[in-house]
Structure formats: structure tokens, C-alpha cells
């Protein structure tokens, strides 16, 4: 996060001192740290697995397009790039702490712009399948539902497999009937990067811009602003840092 945190205080020293900031910074870190793990025991001893509330709206028919993984309008004045591995536990960790609060606050007020990039890891068994679901799902309108899903539930299909399971319970039944009809040629065996599963494209072509970055964890991210694009940041940053720095931005 060095880069972030230099760009960070650049563009707030006329409002905070450098060394009040790192503070600020440094103490967003160390909580979003232990939000990390405390995120996790709380999945581990939950319940049941949670649904996503279902937006209104009808799904668009089964000959799909290419699937739209953002939040929020292309004209917000901020940019939050974010590329994930959706069976990463910093990932959901920071979709449930940071991201799920931003969407509903700052996106919904028109002041930021997400943008999902699929980097599944090698090292994550069904990561590169869960993001085929993202993506099936995206193409017909259901991409927020979806990570939802996923992130919700991580615990349970990371160690399962089972990803069918809670994207049916989170989608209507006509939503899932569509959805895995497009899977069709993306069962699990079907290696990466195939040919004979159509959403493998747009997951390599993620993963093609996050090696430009490069990204070498994840969660990273890459925020613009006013046609400035900041150095990419790492890791958990919790909502309340990262809302700080775009207010920030914004009084520009």
C-alpha cells in the first residue's frame, strides 16, 4: 500500500497533515486486519448460508451478451477498479466490509463507479469456476446477485465445490434456468482458458489487464478520478479510509 498511502497524502495535505493521515491510514489497515479474521470465524460458525435481496427488474433472455460486472453510473467522477478472486478470503472480506457499504452509499449517490475484474488464482480450487457463474450470470443482468452469492457463501462452496447450490438460491427460478444454460460446456472439468466455455474469454481477458497492473495479490485495486489514475493499492482497506479519501477527492 506504500504507493496508495503517497498518493493518498498528496492529494489531502491541504486539508490533513501527512502524519495525521498515516495515522488514519495505518489504523484503517490494522482494523481492517482483524475485521479479516474476525470475518472469517463469523462465516465459519454461521448458520446457514445468506440470499441476496433480488433487485427489480426482468433478466434479460438466455442469448446473452457480455457479461456487466460494475456497479453504478460510467459517469460518477470516481473509478474503483477492483480485481478478485472470489475464493479469496481478503476478497470477500473486503466486499462485505468495504465494498457492499460503498455500493450502497457512495454508488447509489452517483459519486463512484465499480468495476469487477475477474483474477482467479491458481492456488484457489474453484476460483476460476465461480467466476464462470459471475459471468453467466452478468451476461443476463444478475452480476450483483451473483457476488453476492458468492462472497456470501464463500465458506461453503470453497470447501463443497458445490457453487450451483447457492447461486440457485439466490436467483429466481427463471434466472438460474437461463444461467445454467449458458454454463453448458463450463462444467468443472473443463480446464481453464477452454474454448468450449465462452465466458473463459472474458475472464482471460481480466486477468490479461490485471498483468499490465501487475497485480500480485488479491484483493488490488486501482482507483481514477478527473482522468488520474492512482497507483494501485492491495489488500482489506476499510470503508471508512477509503470513503475518506474520495470525499477528498471529490472537494476538488
Not at 220 to 245: C, D, E, N, R
Request: glycine content about 6%.
Amino acid at each position: 500500500m506504500d504507493n496508495f498511502t503517497h498518493s493518498f497524502g498528496q492529494q489531502t495535505a491541504r486539508t490533513l497533515s501527512l502524519r495525521r493521515l498515516l495515522a488514519v491510514i495505518a489504523l484503517g489497515l490494522a482494523l481492517s486486519l482483524i475485521n479479516v479474521a474476525t470475518f472469517a470465524r463469523a462465516k465459519d460458525n454461521a448458520a446457514k448460508p445468506a440470499s441476496a435481496a433480488k433487485p427489480a427488474g426482468a433478466a434479460k433472455s438466455v442469448d446473452a451478451s457480455a457479461p456487466v460486472k460494475t456497479y453504478g453510473s460510467k459517469n460518477a467522477p470516481i473509478t474503483l477498479e477492483v480485481f478478485g478472486d472470489y475464493e479469496c478470503p481478503s476478497c470477500g472480506a473486503f466486499y462485505e466490509t468495504t465494498l457492499r457499504q460503498m455500493i450502497n452509499n457512495e454508488v447509489a449517490a452517483g459519486k463512484v463507479y465499480i468495476v469487477h475484474r475477474d483474477f482467479p488464482l491458481q492456488m484457489h480450487k474453484y476460483g476460476y469456476e465461480a467466476a464462470r457463474w459471475a459471468n453467466a450470470a452478468a451476461s443476463i443482468g444478475r452480476f450483483a446477485e451473483a457476488e453476492s452469492a458468492l462472497y456470501d457463501n464463500q465458506n461453503y462452496w470453497a470447501e463443497s465445490g458445490n457453487i450451483e447450490k447457492y447461486m440457485a438460491a439466490t436467483l429466481s427460478p427463471t434466472d438460474m434456468r437461463h444461467v445454467k444454460a449458458l454454463m453448458v460446456g463450463c462444467e468443472a472439468n473443463v480446464p481453464p482458458g477452454s474454448h468450449s466455455c465462452p465466458w473463459d474469454a472474458y475472464i482471460e481477458q481480466d486477468r490479461a489487464m490485471g498483468n499490465q497492473i501487475p497485480v500480485q495479490a488479491t484483493p488490488t485495486f486501482v482507483i481514477y478520478h478527473k482522468g488520474q489514475k492512482f497507483p494501485a493499492g492491495q489488500g482489506v482497506v476499510s470503508y471508512t479510509v477509503l470513503k475518506q479519501f474520495f470525499d477528498q477527492l471529490l472537494k476538488q
